[in-house]
Structure formats: C-alpha cells, structure tokens
C-alpha cells in the first residue's frame, strides 16, 4: 500500500482566515514533504521533514506553517495568504530520509483557491 | 544550480506507437531518476525510478539512463490514449530533495 491522504480536496479561503491542511501515511514512512504546484508548472518543494523534524524549508513565507505531529501526520498552517497561493497543494513521504534516493509518493493533494 | 530539463511538448504520437520522453540534468553526481505521470488535475503518479546504467523495463514502459551524457529517457510502447497526459522527470541530487522539469505533454492519437 502506497497510500499518502490528504484533507480537505478543496478549500476557499479569504485573505484574513486562517485554515490548515492535513496529510496522513501508514507506511511508516520517516520522510514528508510539502509541495506547491501552479498550473502547468512543476511541483516546487516547500519544506522537508525527516523523523519529525524540518530538515529543509525552501525559503518559504511565514504565512506558511508546517507541524509534523507524528510519524503519520503533517499539517500546513495557513494564515494571512494572498491570491497568488493559489495552487494544488501536495503532500509526498518517502521510506527513509536517510536515503534520499527512495521514491516520494504523492497525495492526492488540496487544491486552494485564495480570495 | 541544479536542473532537469524537458521539451516541454505537446508531444503527439499516433495509438500504438513509441512514445519518447526525454530530460537531461545538470550534475553528474545525482544518483536517482524518476518519471511520474500527471493527468491534469490530479497529483503526480509513479511510472519508474532507475539507479544504475542502462534500461529498465517495467510492463509497457522502459527507463534509459546515461550518466555519462546526464540523460534520462522513457519509452513507452504501444502507446494507448490513456497515456495522455504530462510526464515528469525529476532527479535527487544526493540530498532529500527532488528537482523536477518542467514535464512533457503527451498526447495519444486515436
């Protein structure tokens, strides 16, 4: 089973709210990464997170918060964001982070759509 | 800088014919290759991960990789029209991350 969940499918948010995004594993995989996909572009990675920790944050915006509560779970807190974080958001796992080769497997991902 | 780069298409290819996707990288250290496919709308998907030298198939689907010439390729044969969509070539570049190209649009002709 190669199955990464993500909640909710969809979210519209205003530029004031603040909402969260979640991501689920059961494969006991140690690595989870966040990613942000704009139309017609690449994935671009937004943070890394190995056994729990951040191990990488791409420069992202405050306005963007990750947590990894668990082995299992990541969040994306958001808060105060502007319409040009729009995008499909994903979430991805890997086995190990201590081998960076291994396949990351993808969520489904959140699609947002900021007003 | 690190980069993949990949014609980024359309590419048309005709029912049951050879599809060739290509990508070449930047750095001649990078130690693994993926190919994910994406239907538009929906997240990337898996198709093949190659390590070492040479070709991997896998069903319908082959993995060619030259690090000499720091190019990566997927050939799919008998292509069918549910092999439309965009194809992305990503490469890690011996730390956690993976870096993607820009995909490649596949279209199927019936």
């Known amino acids: 089973d190669t199955e990464v969940t993500q909640t909710p499918k969809h979210l519209v948010m205003g530029m004031t709210n603040k909402k969260s995004l979640k991501c689920e594993q059961h494969?006991?995989?140690?690595?989870m990464y966040w990613y942000k996909q704009k139309a017609k572009k690449p994935p671009e990675l937004m943070f890394v997170y190995s056994y729990e920790k951040l191990s990488i944050n791409e420069s992202v915006p405050s306005r963007f918060s990750p947590e990894c509560p668990n082995s299992s779970l990541l969040n994306l807190h958001l808060h105060a964001l502007q319409p040009e974080d729009s995008a499909l958001y994903l979430c991805a796992s890997s086995q190990d982070p201590r081998r960076s080769w291994e396949t990351q497997y993808f969520g489904p991902g959140t699609r947002l759509l900021v007003l | 800088q690190k980069e993949v780069e990949q014609n980024s298409g359309p590419l048309s290819v005709p029912e049951g014919a050879i599809a060739s996707l290509n990508c070449t990288y930047s750095?001649?250290?990078?130690?693994?290759f993926f190919w994910y496919r994406q239907y538009s709308g929906k997240s990337p998907e898996l198709i093949m991960f190659?390590?070492?030298?040479g070709d991997k198939e896998d069903g319908r689907f082959t993995a060619q990789l030259n690090k000499a010439s720091q190019y990566v390729s997927l050939l799919i044969r008998d292509s069918q029209p549910s092999d439309s969509a965009t194809y992305l070539c990503a490469v890690c570049f011996g730390n956690e991350k993976l870096t993607f190209g820009t995909g490649t649009r596949l279209t199927i002709i019936p």
């Open positions: 190659i390590y070492s030298n």
């Open positions: 750095d001649r250290g990078s130690q693994s």
């Open positions: 494969m006991g995989h140690r690595a």
